[in-house]
Nanobody
Framework: QVQLVASGGGVVQAGGYLRLSCAASGPFFTINHMGWYRQLPGKQRDLVARVSSVGSTIYADSAKGRFTISRDNAKNMVHLQMNSLKHEDTADYYC??????????????WGQGTQVTVSS
């Protein structure tokens, strides 16, 4: 069973920074995309940033210029460096990975949420 374990959330003042990390473990062949989503209570989960296995990145407009996603394929980890944080970045952040578990099977795997609170 593939597991994603996220860490790095917390409380920070507006203008500050946080670094989220997520480690994947378990039986799998390869990991395709890895990324971060965020969600407010009662709202849908929205993409923040995503990185492919070869390092191509996609960012939400709200994250461009402030957040940087990176990936360590050797350690099966993905990181999200969040700078210049704003109050509106407050949310639960979820790590995501598209995982190939067999030659014919790809699954979506989610980590537990990590809470980010930005005080204004």
């Amino acid at each position: 069973q593939v597991q994603l374990v996220a860490s790095g959330g917390g409380v920070v003042q507006a203008g500050g920074y946080l670094r989220l990390s997520c480690a994947a473990s378990g039986p799998f062949f390869t990991i395709n995309h890895m990324g971060w989503y965020r969600q407010l209570p009662g709202k849908q989960r929205d993409l923040v940033a995503r990185v492919s296995s070869v390092g191509s990145t996609i960012y939400a407009d709200s994250a461009k210029g402030r957040f940087t996603i990176s990936r360590d394929n050797a350690k099966n980890m993905v990181h999200l460096q969040m700078n210049s944080l704003k109050h509106e970045d407050t949310a639960d952040y979820y790590c995501y990975a598209e995982v190939r578990t067999s030659p014919t099977r790809i699954i979506d795997s989610w980590g537990q949420g990590t809470q980010v609170t930005v005080s204004s």
